[in-house]
T-cell receptor, first 114, second 114 residues
Framework: AQSVSQHNHHVILSEAASLELGCNYS??????LFWYVQYPGQHLQLLLK??????LVKGIKGFEAEFIKSKFSFNLRKPSVQWSDTAEYFC????????????FGAGTRLAVHP | DVKVTQSSRYLVKRTGEKVFLECVQDMDHENMFWYRQDPGLGLRLIYFSYDVKMKEKGDIPEGYSVSREKKERFSLILESASTNQTSMYLCASSASGAVSYEQYFGPGTRLTVT
């Protein structure tokens, strides 16, 4: 069965620190990968996505993620976090079988202190 | 801009009550999804629908049913609410197509069953 693992459930950083959130997946088909973010009190929204091509993907608000096929990983990075990055982050991959279903990781809660 | 709306942000119900959660999307999307979000468990798919009157079970359908009578509306029904159904419920929609895995989410309904 397909799965998505996010290694860190809670991360606490100070402003200007660098961020890397881990995501590993098991998937046998074409790889499409997503990171979603949920800011406090807001709806879940797409941060970035990978479909093909350059394995380094840039998203909104200075986030980027690198697809490393050999490691089945799609880690999220940001060189310098801000207090406004406090949120919960979810990695997701499509489920085989159609209908655009996604399977989500357990999420990582990021708290950035000023 | 895709908009997914949910009927209530907060809901408090008693054990045994029948509960209706409604979701409406305005982008003519074929696919609609209901998830529940619990701390440490991420998003788990309850049911999804790929067309009017068509529905499929997700990973945790027990205790829930759904209805899709119109393309834009997808309802989640808790036949007899129980305390273990206290959770955040998220609705999402997406367009059909090979590359359109992106899902658009509503703001969520936080349901408390007492």
């Amino acid at each position: 069965a397909q799965s998505v693992s996010q290694h860190n459930h809670h991360v606490i950083l100070s402003e200007a620190a660098s961020l890397e959130l881990g995501c590993n997946y098991s998937y046998g088909g074409t790889v499409n990968l997503f990171w979603y973010v949920q800011y406090p009190g807001q709806h879940l929204q797409l941060l970035l996505k990978y479909f093909s091509g350059d394995p380094l993907v840039k998203g909104i608000k200075g986030f980027e993620a690198e697809f490393i096929k050999s490691k089945f990983s799609f880690n999220l990075r940001k060189p310098s976090v801000q207090w406004s990055d406090t949120a919960e982050y979810f990695c997701a991959v499509p489920v085989s079988g159609g209908y655009n279903k996604l399977i989500f990781g357990a999420g990582t809660r990021l708290a950035v202190h000023p | 801009d895709v908009k997914v709306t949910q009927s209530s942000r907060y809901l408090v119900k008693r054990t045994g009550e029948k509960v209706f959660l409604e979701c409406v999307q305005d982008m003519d999307h074929e696919n609609m999804f209901w998830y529940r979000q619990d701390p440490g468990l991420g998003l788990r798919l309850i049911y999804f629908s790929y067309d009017v009157k068509m529905k499929e079970k997700g990973d945790i359908p027990e205790g829930y049913s759904v209805s899709r009578e119109k393309k834009e509306r997808f309802s989640l029904i808790l036949e007899s609410a129980s305390t273990n159904q206290t959770s955040m419920y998220l609705c999402a929609s997406s367009a059909s197509g090979a590359v359109s895995y992106e899902q658009y989410f509503g703001p969520g309904t936080r349901l408390t069953v007492t």
